[in-house]
Nanobody
Framework: QVQLVESGGGLVQAGGSLRLSCAGA????????MGWFRQAPGKEREFVAS????????YYSDSVKGRFTISRDNAKKTVYLQMNSLEPDDTAVYYC???????????????WGQGTQVTVSS
């Protein structure tokens, strides 16, 4: 089992940057693919980015490609989401998730954090 705790959310102006962190607990953390998802008010939760267990493969949604970067440090059991050039449409609760061999669909992920709020003002 894996426990996940997100941090780093907050309020930022459009064009600014934030780095989200997801701290994991559990012996097999480094075996899991990790993903970031987000849910804006009134919308369904959507895929943002994911990274394979080794960090060798990454995937991004079209809406964040070129602006967001996902990375991981297995020694620290932490996954990061560096968000640059933030836009008001990026406002959402951001969740990290863990799943074996997972990529970009929610059903592939077994463990979820509680979420962290990101608000981008115009």
């Amino acid at each position: 089992q894996v426990q996940l705790v997100e941090s780093g959310g907050g309020l930022v102006q459009a064009g600014g940057s934030l780095r989200l962190s997801c701290a994991g607990a559990g012996r097999r953390f480094s075996s899991y693919s990790m993903g970031w998802f987000r849910q804006a008010p009134g919308k369904e939760r959507e895929f943002v980015a994911s990274i394979s267990w080794s960090g060798g493969s990454t995937y991004y949604s079209d809406s964040v490609k070129g602006r967001f970067t996902i990375s991981r440090d297995n020694a620290k059991k932490t996954v990061y989401l560096q968000m640059n050039s933030l836009e008001p449409d990026d406002t959402a609760v951001y969740y990290c998730a863990a799943g074996m061999g997972a990529s970009y669909t929610q059903r592939e992920y077994d463990y979820w954090g509680q979420g962290t709020q990101v608000t981008v003002s115009s």
